[in-house]
Nanobody, 127 residues
Framework: QVLLVESGGGLVQAGGSLRLSCAASGRGFSSYAVAWFRQAPGKERDFVAGARVTWNGGGTSYADSVKGRFTISRDNAKNMLYLQMNGLKPEDTAVYYC??????????????????WGQGTQVTVSS
């Protein structure tokens, strides 16, 4: 069982930066695939960035819309997940969720593939 709590959202002007944090409690987090999703009003929850763990190290994956601007990272010693967001745009406005999956070392892009979720944190980018 893993409990996730996000923080770091807020209001920022276009072009600005924010760093989201996700604190995990519970055993096994370091071996879980993790991701950030976002959901804008009236829209589906979309994959933003993910990180997986494999026998040879793992890797990261990004949605095309954030590639080059956002960076996902994790600190397993602290049970923390981060999303550094630079060059923010008004279309990045959404509630951001961290998620974790105990499925193994694959790539998971669908919300249904994640069994653990945080409560969400609002990011608003003004133009």
């Amino acid at each position: 069982q893993v409990l996730l709590v996000e923080s770091g959202g807020g209001l920022v002007q276009a072009g600005g930066s924010l760093r989201l944090s996700c604190a995990a409690s519970g055993r096994g987090f370091s071996s879980y695939a993790v991701a950030w999703f976002r959901q804008a009003p009236g829209k589906e929850r979309d994959f933003v960035a993910g990180a997986r763990v494999t026998w040879n190290g793992g890797g990261t994956s990004y949605a095309d819309s954030v590639k080059g601007r956002f960076t996902i990272s994790r600190d397993n010693a602290k049970n923390m997940l981060y999303l550094q967001m630079n060059g923010l745009k008004p279309e990045d406005t959404a509630v951001y969720y961290c998620a974790a999956s105990d499925r193994g070392g694959g790539w998971y892009y669908l919300p249904s593939q994640y069994g653990y979720w945080g409560q969400g944190t609002q990011v608003t980018v003004s133009s």
